[in-house]
């Protein structure tokens, strides 16, 4: 038993095709990290970042990058070492046993459950621009009109996911070069109005201290913004050559998500009006039913005079939370749900006890 045990960090591991088909590329397993990473938190996470810690904001994107590329490091490594599906829930039940496993199984559970309504509510606040009985800017909550919306949001989230793996990976793989192209288009646009001036503005540099720097990090959306780039683990018992193209993926899909959410905080803050943010409160001034404040980037593309920009980032509203990665295919003992299983490494028992 010790012999086989050893085994298990000297073999590599050689999944066989037996249930799962591996029917995903580098690319599917990239755009699957990266359509959770750029979901409704790009929509939000620069002008609420701002609003907490000022031009430090910025600050805050780049060390919570640097928190998150370690643990993809983590899930990269894991990953192209036990290629299963639902990975993230089921490596504490590989380490650990048969707890751990129902622990991180109903964790796993847990995030799922949250982050779709998450990007629901996103959709439903942005649209509330043409169709005003979904959103209530005085309350910061949807209405009853809004909520009955979400729940048919979810349904077709729900029937995405219910997709053969071959058709989701197209569909999703077209989504998110689309959901990757805007920002990347609106960096480039909004750059064109950036205002030096404004990094100083509102205060300072970090006008509400480091203490308001750090708070940000959790509640102003930033690491709920990088959440996502392990996706690729849950698909692992689908992809084409794990062992290479798996941790590419993470490491490729988190690296694009923190380019693209820097410099959108980047040119947020440039390209602001400067009276929004030129009162005794600074960046916590902007009143709640100021354009920026309901659809952060669609209401600063129009506040500069880029209304074909506005127009494009409240469809874009629609279609960047639309794009669900599948969730971890698991049950709550962090098992493959029954039927046929892919194989592990020599050594390495699906059911350790």
């Not at 809004?146 to 071959?166: D, E, K, P, Q, Y």
């Not at 100083?200 to 930033?222: C, D, E, N, R, T």
């Not at 902007?286 to 309901?294: F, N």
Request: charged residues 10%; neutral net charge.
């Amino acid at each position: 038993m010790a012999s086989n045990t050893e085994s298990v960090g000297a073999e590599a591991a050689t999944p066989t095709d037996v249930g799962l088909k591996r029917e995903m590329g580098f690319i599917g397993a990239t755009w699957a990290s990266e359509t959770s990473i750029i979901g409704s938190g790009w929509l939000f996470g620069a002008f609420l970042a701002a609003q907490a810690a000022g031009t430090a904001a910025l600050l805050g994107w780049i060390i919570a990058g640097v928190i998150v590329i370690i643990l993809a490091l983590v899930h990269a490594e894991l990953g192209g070492m036990y290629p299963v599906s639902g990975g993230t829930a089921r490596f504490p039940h590989f380490a650990f046993g048969s707890i751990a496993g129902i622990s991180f199984g109903f964790f796993s559970w847990l995030q799922a459950v949250t982050v779709a309504p998450i990007e629901c509510f996103a959709v439903m606040q942005y649209g509330s621009y043409y169709w005003h009985g979904l959103y209530n800017s005085n309350t910061s909550n949807v209405t009853g009109l809004g909520f009955a919306m979400t729940v048919v949001l979810l349904a077709v989230f729900t029937a995405i996911n219910f997709l053969a793996m071959r058709l989701f990976s197209k569909v999703n793989a077209g989504i998110t070069w689309w959901k990757v192209a805007v920002p990347v288009l609106t960096i480039i646009v909004l750059l064109f109005k950036f205002k030096a001036s404004n990094l100083g503005a509102g205060g300072g540099f970090m006008p509400y201290g480091i203490k308001a720097l750090f708070a940000a990090i959790p509640s102003a959306g930033i690491v709920f913004a990088y959440l996502g780039f392990e996706q690729a683990d849950q698909l692992a018992g689908e992809i084409k050559n794990p062992q290479r193209n798996l941790p590419l993926a993470i490491l490729t899909a988190t690296g694009i998500g923190i380019a693209i959410y820097v410099l959108l905080q980047f040119v947020f803050i440039g390209a602001i009006p400067h009276d929004l943010i030129s009162g005794p409160k600074g960046w916590a001034g902007i009143p709640s039913t100021s354009p920026v404040a309901v659809g952060p980037f669609a209401g600063l593309a129009g506040l500069v005079g880029l209304s074909w920009l506005a127009v494009l980032l409240r469809l874009d509203a629609f279609i960047s939370p639309s794009a669900p990665a599948d969730v971890p295919d698991v049950d709550l003992a962090g098992r493959l749900r029954p039927g046929p299983q892919p194989l592990l490494p020599e050594g390495l028992p699906v059911d350790r006890p």
